[in-house]
């Protein structure tokens, strides 16, 4: 019982939307017709664009609201395989957070929502990418950061991976202690750097002078892109 003058609040529901019978078959509906609008044209435009990063979540989001089983229907599995490959490439070509978790939300959808020998093929390429990032990490890591880029954009993918798949850690156990603690070496170097160069910057400031904040700026600019 509510007590007398309290405000009734409706409880929120936060699980699936409560679509009527008439909206489900419209949903349905625009599935099937996105997907034969696009079922051919797909790979093209997926090679044309895949480059392109602002252009890429959008891209490869559109095939979450497609109706996969019309592939298999329409004789069109080959279609289908090919666009997985293309995603698969698009998030190992990219590093920033939309495109990662567009490709990866979209393979999931794949390996759910498909069928049949497409299904199997979907799960197969969501294992492909967890076990080529796993080995380029741990290459990364081998090469005790010495291409410090490679190292963060990989980590960044298998962190957006991890959000909807579970990585297994004694995938990293092959990589040895020495690598890592020849990594976390180098960081602190790095660090140790932005601290000189950081002071350097406020002396500068501080006497008036510009001497060295060209290359102050420069370390700072690249520090924050790492």
């Known amino acids: ?17 409560n679509y009527t019978k008439a909206q489900r078959e419209m949903i349905e509906s625009n599935k099937k017709n996105i997907t034969v609008c696009m079922i051919k044209n797909y790979p093209q435009l997926m090679r044309k664009y895949m480059a392109d990063k602002t252009k890429v979540p959008s891209l490869v989001e559109i095939i979450v609201h497609m109706d996969l089983e019309l592939y298999s229907l329409k004789s069109q599995d080959q279609k289908f395989k090919t666009v997985l490959q293309l995603i698969k490439e698009t998030f190992f070509k990219h590093g920033d957070k939309d495109s990662l978790r567009s490709c990866v939300r979209a393979i999931n959808y794949c390996s759910s929502g498909s069928r049949g020998e497409l299904k199997d093929y979907a799960q197969n390429k969501l294992k492909e990418v967890e076990d080529e990032l796993v080995i380029q990490v741990k290459a990364a890591i081998r090469e005790n950061g010495d291409d410090e880029y490679l190292l963060l954009v990989n980590m960044k993918r298998l962190y957006e991976l991890q959000l909807t798949r579970p990585v297994p850690i004694e995938s990293f156990t092959a990589v040895s202690e020495a690598s890592l603690s020849s990594l976390i070496s180098k960081r602190k170097a790095l660090f140790d750097e932005l601290e000189y160069f950081l002071q350097i910057l406020l002396e500068a400031q501080g006497k008036g002078t510009s001497r060295n904040l060209l290359a102050c700026r420069a370390f700072l600019q690249t520090c924050l892109e790492l």
């Open 1 to 17: 019982m509510k007590a007398v003058g309290e405000r009734i609040v409706p409880a929120i529901d936060h699980g699936k939307p």
